[in-house]
């Protein structure tokens, strides 16, 4: 059994960050490239942010230069720092990996959420 837990999530005001924060766990024999995702309510999933396992990183248009992914992969863990937040960046934050498990399967794990929140 692999799962994904995430963290840091809250109510933050404009202008401010939250730092993100999702580990990995169980059967694991290697990951991949993890990803952050968010649905804002009313609205579908999108892609907010990726990284490959050698660090490369790509980003969603509305979120470069504020947001930044980074992974440490001897704690199996993936990171969101979110600076500058916009009330339009509220939404409920998943991440998600590639797994390679230790029984030679391969799975595209989601974590469960964090709810973050942009208001004054």
């Known amino acids: 059994q692999v799962q994904l837990v995430e963290s840091g999530g809250g109510l933050v005001q404009p202008g401010g960050s939250l730092r993100l924060s999702c580990a990995a766990s169980?059967?694991?024999?290697?990951?991949?490239?993890m990803a952050w995702h968010r649905q804002a309510p009313g609205k579908q999933r999108e892609l907010v942010a990726t990284i490959s396992t050698g660090g490369s990183t790509n980003y969603a248009g509305s979120v470069k230069g504020r947001f930044t992914i980074s992974r440490d992969n001897a704690e199996n863990t993936v990171y969101l720092q979110m600076n500058s937040l916009k009330a339009e960046d509220t939404a409920v934050y998943y991440c998600k990996a590639n797994i390679a498990t230790i029984k030679n399967t391969y799975l595209e794990v989601w974590g469960q959420g964090t709810l973050v929140t942009v208001s004054s």
């Open positions: 169980g059967s694991i024999f290697s990951i991949g490239a």
